[in-house]
């Protein structure tokens, strides 16, 4: 539900993210919520560049996706972005896709995305720094 | 685990399936699943443009997909892929990937593909015909 | 030059567009192009829909493709077009890239696109009305 | 014309490549194309890994490419791939695809790739023993 989330971004349908049956391949929807991700944190004023600096990525290690209706060349979409818990390790984002102003539902999505050291890839702890913007943003406190 | 397989695919990681991590992006396993369902049913004698012309195609509904350990570019991959369970109107993949002749696994999946008409993309049940070469090509039954 | 076109584009880079040398793999400039075109259509009052409703659509004949700089991950992009020449079945596109506010070119391109109609690709001649609102948009003459 | 070159590799188009016009999407023959690049000079022994732990990489700088009739998902390509010239700093290729085993020419291309330091990615000129072995493979010398 639209309410759940404190932040969404807009997008464009590119049309090489359409495939031969006239909509948006299933394998483009990682990509928009790759871009929710991106948009997220810079929301609350942390660029990607920024956060390479500080010592922390993120890889994706699980994702639940459900698609409930098409989408097309040329639509805009909504894609709401929040992080509804954090583990010692890991953040869980929650996502979901309307089109701009209805309220139909595409494709949402639960992604575990687990920190990393930028430059080996290993897996780190969520930065306390990190966790408090978070909660910040969010208006929430998050338990391990 | 591969044993649980009848059929597998193999494919060589493009460039352009890379990012600036280094590794596949995650968006790209769905293409990569994509692709085994294709091959899956190509070595059952059924071409997509065949079943196209005998009114079946299949659209995404959900899918669930683990990423355990990196893909890189040049990489030979595995994709297993399996039919698992069958609804009404879906069928149930269980998919599997592996770099070849090695058991590490990269990214698992399992995916419910919704039959549709291919003109209406409206849902459409399992014909009989496919329910019963896909019995015989897994050697077992399945119950709706 | 950026003085040369009456039309501009912003787009930004997103993560899935990069490739393992960190940049954006070239491909995705043909992408890039690609949504300039629909913008630069739009910009006029003529979105993909009622092109294709008016029964024009182009399929890109040939292209040539310059890449100066590198463009990252997260960079916003000026995409520039506009239509140079028209042909009796084509449009011939210039494009140039440009970071936001800089002046460094990332890439330039000269596209052909020859007119089909949308149902059966097959070529058609630019229309009359639409040759005419190019012209008033770029705010000269063109002949064949 | 397909006997003018020594090399090529076979690729099957996927899904993901297709766009609404049912048709392979411009962008992606640039990455047919890269792919190509991959293959030839796996041909003669040298993987991409081998060629950057020599130090070299390279980077697209032009590319032509001309659009000639189209490819459908779950075709069968052909690309044909040489080197056609070199310079001090760059290797020239020419390529051309083909449905297999078909003469119907789908897309050509020539693109001139910049030999580069894989670290900085600054221009280099092509090694002494690169040039060798592609005259090797080509059976011609070349002059800058």
């Not at 871009?35 to 944190?41: I, Q, R, S, V």
């Not at 698609?67 to 953040?91: C, H, N, P, Q, W």
């Not at 595409?106 to 969520?126: F, M, Q």
Request: hydrophobic share 40%; net charge negative; glycine share 6%.
């Amino acid at each position: 539900m639209k309410s759940e989330f404190k932040f969404h971004d807009v997008l464009r349908v590119r049309f090489a993210d359409t495939d031969l049956q006239g909509i948006v391949f299933n394998g483009n929807y990682l990509t928009y919520y790759d871009n929710a991700w991106t948009e997220y944190f810079r929301a609350m004023g942390l660029t990607y560049g920024f956060l390479l600096e500080s010592g922390v990525d993120t890889v994706l290690a699980r994702t639940s996706i459900e698609f409930k209706s098409v989408a097309r060349f040329d639509d805009l979409l909504e894609v709401y972005a929040r992080i509804s818990s954090m583990g010692r390790t890991s953040l869980i984002f929650d996502f979901e896709i309307y089109p701009k102003d209805e309220d139909r539902l595409i494709s949402k999505a639960i992604s575990v995305y687990v920190c990393v050291d930028p430059k080996t890839l290993g897996k780190i702890e969520v930065p306390e720094w990190l966790r408090g913007q978070i909660s910040e943003f969010e208006e929430r406190e998050f338990r391990n």
